[in-house]
């Protein structure tokens, strides 16, 4: 059964910083492209970063130079850091692959950005 568990989220003021990490279990992790996605309230969810099973990356255009994805193959695990937080940054934010499957989703980890 495939799991992924994200954490690190809280309020921060914006310009403030946050490193998410999301630990996935029941998957050979290693040969998965993953992503990062968040929905803010009323809102789709979108894709905010990618990384391929050798470590190259894409981020989406709002998020680019602000955020950095990463992973760690021996501990299963995929992180995000986020640096010069906006108010508009505010949603849950969730892991899957790069490419999502449904039942891959977990419950996200809210990030609120807000003086």
């Known amino acids: 059964q495939v799991q992924l568990v994200e954490s690190g989220g809280g309020l921060v003021q914006p310009g403030g910083s946050l490193r998410l990490s999301c630990a996935a279990s029941g998957i050979i992790f290693s040969i998965y492209a993953m992503g990062w996605y968040r929905q803010a309230p009323g809102k789709q969810r979108e894709s905010v970063a990618a990384i391929t099973s050798g470590g190259s990356t894409n981020y989406a255009d709002s998020v680019k130079g602000r955020f950095t994805i990463s992973r760690d193959n021996a501990k299963n695990t995929v992180y995000l850091q986020m640096n010069s937080l906006k108010p508009e940054d505010t949603a849950v934010y969730y892991c899957?692959?790069?490419?999502?499957?449904?039942?891959?989703w977990g419950q996200g980890t809210q990030v609120t950005v807000s003086s």
């Open positions: 899957n692959r790069a490419i999502p499957i449904y039942d891959w």
